[in-house]
């Protein structure tokens, strides 16, 4: 999908986790259709590199601190991020993590499943909350939830109950916001060529006894395409929802795949 340099002109777009990966090519993409991004990071520094190529592109772009497990960083971040017209059009959570929690591993686990659930959920659900009072009739919030909220993963159960109840959390949100036509959607990506990813398929490889870029080819083999997604293609589809041509889209839990999950 071309990029459209006044398609979100005059918006302000908030996007967190967007040092790297899928926030950063959101991040650069509603930059280049328009609207001033606002790059939510859990230290400055890490935005650098998405602030740079937003600039370079000529587009705008201002840096936060947020920390989505933090409630004070989190109110702070988001009244800094809505100055001075104490406005933002468009919330997109994308800050999440990963993590093994078998059922029979060490109790310790117990935290890396509250971490999880803490970072992927209730981070979504605090920042939501923080950004409502700058949001206006007609806004956009988009959850980037996973394919595998959509299906189980051994071992992965934290990670998948939370991109589950993500979704869960973005259709309440849908009903509840839409006497003021914000709209709420879930975004549900596949295999994505990120850093998260990588890590992923390195545990597969290991597990499995190939090499990484053999395991690289079976995770895109996992869909009927046979690829693995680049972060521009998701962001490609975030951009249309935070669009105007989407004010009729909500509630949707929408997967790019692949083909991967078909209802």
Not at 165 to 183: C, F, H, M, Q, Y
Not at 212 to 239: I, Y
Request: contains cysteine; hydrophobic residues 45%.
């Amino acid at each position: 999908m071309p990029t459209s340099p006044t398609r979100l002109s005059g918006s302000k777009a908030l996007v967190t986790g967007a040092a790297r990966g899928i926030g950063r090519a959101i991040a650069s993409r509603l930059a280049a259709d328009g609207a001033h991004v606002v790059c939510a990071v859990r230290r400055e520094a890490d935005a650098d590199g998405v602030r740079a190529e937003i600039e370079a592109a000529g587009g705008h772009a201002t840096v936060v601190v947020l920390d989505v497990t933090d409630p004070a960083s989190v109110a702070t971040a988001v009244e800094r991020a809505a100055r001075p017209q104490r406005r933002i059009d468009i919330l997109v959570n994308n800050a999440g993590i990963g993590g093994l929690t078998p059922l029979d591993g060490d109790p310790s686990s117990d935290d890396v499943w509250h971490q999880i659930i803490e970072v992927n959920l209730t981070g979504v659900w605090r920042t939501c909350r923080a950004v409502l009072p700058f949001l206006p009739d007609s806004g956009r919030i988009i959850n980037i939830s996973s394919v595998v909220g959509r299906f189980g993963v051994a071992s992965q159960s934290a990670y998948s109950a939370s991109k589950h109840a993500l979704i869960g959390l973005t259709r309440s949100l849908a009903l509840e916001l839409a006497p003021r036509k914000i709209t709420v959607n879930s975004v549900c990506p596949g295999w994505v060529d990120t850093d998260l990813a990588r890590t992923g398929i390195r545990r597969m490889a290991a597990a499995t006894g190939v090499s990484e870029d053999e395991a690289f080819s079976q995770a895109g083999n996992m869909a009927p395409l046979g690829a693995v997604l680049d972060p521009r293609e998701v962001a490609a589809l975030v951009a249309y929802i935070a669009s105007d041509e989407a004010r009729n889209l909500t509630g949707q839990a929408i997967v790019i795949d692949g083909g991967q999950v078909m209802p």
